[in-house]
């Protein structure tokens, strides 16, 4: 099973301040054939326009993992968290039995933030959080697997048996991922253009599939891919 996501077919919004793009049902966005891909919940596009921001707003019983696509994210929690999370970083909540947060773009330039939530495998967990520098060299050419479970060789470990990869390659290049014990993969294209899985998909476009992915990319393309389990 392949299911192609053009751009065009995910929720949208122009708040003036925020230009979100919604994956999943979320917010004014419904769509009772995209509720979630397993665990995965939500997965939000965010353009945040220079000085404004999400105020402090609460969350619990959620995975949140936060990628800085393009900008700087200044980041305040209840827990006392204060911190600038930059391009190619990731920032991570285990939201838990309730945590409150603020999300700012302090800057002169448009930020772009990928945000997911992830059911975690239990409620009432103690809330955490943390955040990761991402070499973008580290990523060249290559998947690495930024999130998984605490079992698992994910840079960030989260609770819950899902992994979260990304990746960026140039041209032509050829790449495989196997969905091995996990029942979906969904592929988000963050920039670029490729062939995957004989579907041809370009920025912003997304795909579901519960096959292995075959990628060959046409020009050069960034990934993020969400491995996870039916509910």
Not at 207 to 214: A, G, Q, Y
Request: charged share 25%.
């Amino acid at each position: 099973m392949n299911k192609l996501y053009k751009d065009s077919s995910h929720g949208k919004n122009d708040f003036g301040w925020l230009k979100p793009r919604y994956h999943f049902s979320f917010a004014n966005y419904y769509n009772k054939t995209k509720m979630n891909v397993g665990t995965l919940r939500v997965l939000n596009d965010d353009l945040i326009s220079p000085n404004t921001g999400f105020e402090e707003h609460p969350h619990n019983d959620m995975e949140i993992i936060t990628y800085v696509i393009d900008g700087v994210l200044t980041h305040k929690d209840s827990m006392g968290n204060e911190r600038e999370v930059k391009s190619g970083s990731f920032q991570y909540m285990s939201a838990g039995t309730g945590i409150k947060h603020s999300e700012f773009n302090k800057n002169e330039k448009e930020l772009r933030v990928m945000q997911l939530w992830i059911y975690p495998d239990k409620v009432g967990y103690t809330p955490n959080y943390g955040d990761y520098d991402l070499d973008k060299e580290s990523q060249k050419n290559k998947f690495v697997k930024i999130v998984s479970s605490p079992n698992n060789d994910g840079l960030i470990k989260i609770n819950q048996d899902a992994n979260i990869f990304v990746g960026e390659f140039d041209a032509d290049k050829k790449i495989e991922l196997l969905i091995k014990n996990y029942d979906n993969f969904y592929l988000v294209m963050i920039d670029g253009n490729a062939m995957i899985n004989n579907f041809e998909l370009k920025t912003r476009d997304a795909l579901e599939t519960n096959e292995n992915i075959e990628i060959v990319t046409i020009k050069k393309s960034h990934f993020l891919i969400v491995q996870t389990n039916n509910i």
